[in-house]
């Protein structure tokens, strides 16, 4: 077998045994301190052991997953750049074009999070006829079903390969390249405005809520959906930004009481929240990913033959908790639907 043959298999055992490596530990950490702690006739002593075991293996195998994900990451992403060089195509120099770039179609990207269309229907049960905006949009494909619906919808983006692949779902929207806090558009010119995604990577969002209420109409919704600061996303993403290994080189987040009082000081009266778990969660998803970069596709979602029932009975459950106004301190996004004052 070739050198570039050895790799690639080398790389999907070392990234498989990783979390393997940590469980290890934790054991050895727990069986370490049973002995000890019988040998000491000292039971504390045992489950201090066991548990400092078990948080420092859990800690060195998680630090080692990302450090792995991130290095096929990496490679993935210098094999992107390599095929549109070759290609004869400019390379990607902004992150977005990169990530962007790096997809055939949105049928390569997973849906939003939260349930954006459930959310808007909640406000506004009927579109046909109104003017709604989404603001860095990428594929934008909630604005595709509305349109279909009956709304006049602009999507905006400033990457050129998003709206590349907005453009390949259907012609329903009008595409519109251009600067989230400097919209070409008249004041009062939309009936809906919403975001997803995209105000958690702006330092200061200020500028862009009040662009978004100068092109509503009075009394028009705002609908702005971000990551929630209390969940295990947060801490992965900290660890990669600090490190400079951030997909989208920074990005915050805004826990649920944050949030509304954000909005508010923009000029907008919230009249309610939610949040949403991520489905399939974070781990599958981050394991899709570095399998592709390795040469073997997963399904976007999961498929669990016998044991379906019983996922799907889950993220039913998990729906339900989801009404819960708590669970918001929990959940993956969290978002608000507002109106102009």
């Keep these: ?134 603001v860095g949009a990428g594929t934008g494909r909630e604005g595709h079903v509305l349109a279909d619906r009956g709304a006049y919808v602009v999507l905006v983006d400033f990457s050129k390969e998003a709206l590349r692949l907005s453009r390949a779902i259907s012609s329903g929207p009008h595409l519109v390249r251009a600067d989230a806090t400097q919209l070409p ?3 009062r010119s939309f009936d809906l405005v919403y975001h997803q995604g995209l105000m958690e990577h702006f330092r200061d969002p200020l500028p862009l809520l009040r662009e978004n209420r100068r092109v509503l109409v009075e009394g028009g919704v705002l609908l ?8 295990l996303y947060t801490v992965i993403k900290r660890l990669l930004i600090a490190s400079g290994r951030w997909f989208a080189g920074w990005e915050t987040q805004y826990s649920p009481r944050k949030l509304e009082k954000l909005v508010e000081s923009a000029g907008f009266r919230c009249e ?19 399998l592709k970069a390795v040469g073997i596709r997963l399904p976007l979602f999961p498929r669990f033959g016998p044991l379906g029932g019983v996922y799907s009975s889950f993220c039913r459950w998990l729906r339900r908790l989801q009404r819960w106004r708590w669970s918001h301190y929990l959940t993956l996004t969290v978002g608000v639907v507002a109106r102009k004052e």
Excluded: C, N
């Design 185 to 187: 558009f008249r004041d």
């Design 1 to 134: 077998m070739s050198e570039s043959g050895w790799r690639k298999p080398l790389r999907i055992v070392t990234w498989l045994l990783t979390p393997l490596a940590a469980w290890a530990v934790s054991f050895l950490g727990g069986w370490l301190g049973a002995a000890l702690g019988r040998d000491l006739d000292s039971p504390s002593a045992g489950l201090a052991l066991l548990a400092a075991g078990a948080v420092l293996g859990a800690l060195a195998g998680g630090l080692g997953w990302i450090y792995a994900t991130r290095r096929l990451l990496f490679r993935r992403s210098s094999g992107q750049e390599a095929s549109r060089k070759a290609k004869g195509l400019s390379p990607l120099a902004d992150p977005w074009e990169r990530y962007w770039g790096g997809k055939g179609s949105a049928l390569e990207v997973y849906p939003a999070v939260s349930d954006l269309l459930a959310e808007i229907a909640a406000s506004m049960p009927e579109v046909r006829g109104r003017r709604v905006l989404e």
């Design 224 to 231: 702005v959906d971000v990551p929630q600061t209390f969940h």
């Design 272 to 290: 309610r929240r939610y949040g949403y778990w991520m489905q399939p969660g974070l781990w599958y998803r981050a394991a899709r990913e570095m």
